[in-house]
């Protein structure tokens, strides 16, 4: 059997978010509904590594995870730990005009945590979010809507970072 769950986090892996999206896709009752789905990247997450250790990039990723976990609404929506510093959401049957509020929401609230060395030194945190939003369809497809929502998060990237960006069709 196949771990669904990201060892450090506690949250889904990214096993568990697409098996997670993909049975909420191929569910008819969910015909009518449309999704968004985030892709979330830590700012310079290399660069904390390098300068505070991988035990403090560890707890960063931590705490990123319950902050996720604490704005996105329990048992409606996939968080998951995508890989690396990357994180995915998938905010099931909401209408576009309520993904960018959601979004800008987790990063504001991201810049709020406080992760601090053994020395007292503040590590700031901050993060970039691409996000796709998508009526659901026949032709509704796991690996395009992850691609589209990577799009937009790497405009933010080049765009300045710590920015909340949506997909361009």
Not at 14 to 24: D, P, Q, T, V
Not at 34 to 42: E, N
Not at 57 to 70: F, M, P, R, T, Y
Request: with cysteine; net charge negative.
């Amino acid at each position: 059997m196949q771990a669904y769950q990201d060892g450090l986090t506690g949250i889904n892996n990214r096993r568990g978010a697409i098996g997670s999206l993909e049975s909420y896709l191929q569910n008819e009752s969910n015909a009518n509904n449309a999704i968004a789905l985030l892709m979330i990247d830590i700012d310079k997450f290399k660069q904390i590594n390098d300068t505070h250790g991988h035990l403090i990039g560890d707890k960063c990723l931590i705490v990123l995870a319950d902050c996720i976990s604490k704005v996105v609404r329990d048992k409606l929506d996939i968080v998951a730990r995508y890989g690396g510093e990357e994180f995915l959401i998938v905010l099931t049957d909401i209408k576009r005009e309520h993904v960018a509020p959601i979004a800008e929401k987790i990063r504001a609230s991201v810049e709020q945590i406080e992760v601090v060395t053994e020395e007292g030194k503040p590590v700031p945190l901050k993060v970039i979010i691409g996000w796709q939003h998508e009526p659901l369809s026949a032709s509704t497809n796991t690996e395009a809507l992850i691609k589209s929502a990577d799009q937009a998060l790497y405009v933010g990237k080049n765009n300045g970072r710590n920015q909340v960006v949506e997909s361009q069709p």
